[in-house]
């Protein structure tokens, strides 16, 4: 087996995920949604945001649902804040919260989006972004986290080059480097799904280079062309057991930003079909897939539309006792593509035409 990173999975179903659908979804099904993915083994999941609901009406009940949340050994809650507000609430709940235990910044490279999406400027950011390093010194921190948001493309503005992204990585590379801090995680955020899996190896292979003494990287792509697994196949392949990988999906791909103009159809990489990547590759990942599935079908029950993901509609790759029997029939539709999990009445009477006809 290639020498991997160790992969950690972070679900965004109930933050990203449900931030760009329709009022609707009760605490009690984000709750029966959060359950079950801590029953089938993930054990990082974000679990809403503290934010204006006004904006996020989807997100106005995170209170009210981490109120509820009960800490369960070996897994980690996390919910966004954007704000004094929102942070000082995820802090008097934590735990069950956990707390992100690095100090970061994190850099805008689309004037467009951080306006829309923060109602900030480029100028704002350029004024406030080395706060967090003057607050991590008062604190004594030794290692921090630099990040990029938009940085690989925006749908208002068109594409930006890799020598952008590299100049706002030394940036903050640099500040911190010059405050005595660490700088140990990277995180790239891709709101507009402008990820290439050229792009995104040609920044991690700079980085490597560069900043050998960067061990995680944390991703976040949106899917909107359909390229964001190839993306992170790219990260996987080039990173090795030195590195750690925290790689943030979605069950059945939903999830999007409302201020990026794709809507419901931006999507993450869904969860369950990340999982059956990592587990074809040999990485550690103890999530049973088949529960994991069943909750991506529960899911779309709930959100009342079908989702993205390509191995809730085929099942993973059968072997042994799952092989299909060369009984099967015709199947033609996606209900009767699921009789791996639905069993053989979702194809009865469909034709088996190389059975020769009885005399």
Known sequence: MKNYPTVLIT???LRDGLQIEREGVTIGEKLELLNAMVDCGINRLVVGAFVNPKWSPQMGDTLELVKRLKAVPGVSFFSLALN????????NHSPPLSIEPLAATHLHLCGVFIKRNTNRSLEDQEVTWQFPIEKAVKEGAKEAAIGL?????????????????MQAIKKQYDAWSAAGIAVRRIDFADPMAWNTPLEVAKDVEAILKKYPDITEYHVHLHNARGLALLSMYEVIRLLDSRHTLIADTAIGGIGGCPYCGNGQATGMIPTEDFVHLIQTLGIECSVDLDKLIGISHRL???????LHSQVSFNGPLP?????????VPAVYTFKEAQHFRLGGSVYEGNPRPWLKAKA
């Open 11 to 13: 679900d965004e179903t």
């Open 84 to 91: 004094e507000r929102g942070r000082i609430e995820r802090a």
């Open 149 to 165: 948001s938009a940085g690989f493309g925006s749908n208002w503005s068109g594409p930006i080059s890799h020598e952008k992204r």
């Open 300 to 306: 779309s029950e709930i959100l009342g539309r079908t």
């Open 319 to 327: 072997s042994g006792k799952t092989l299909y029997s060369e009984d």
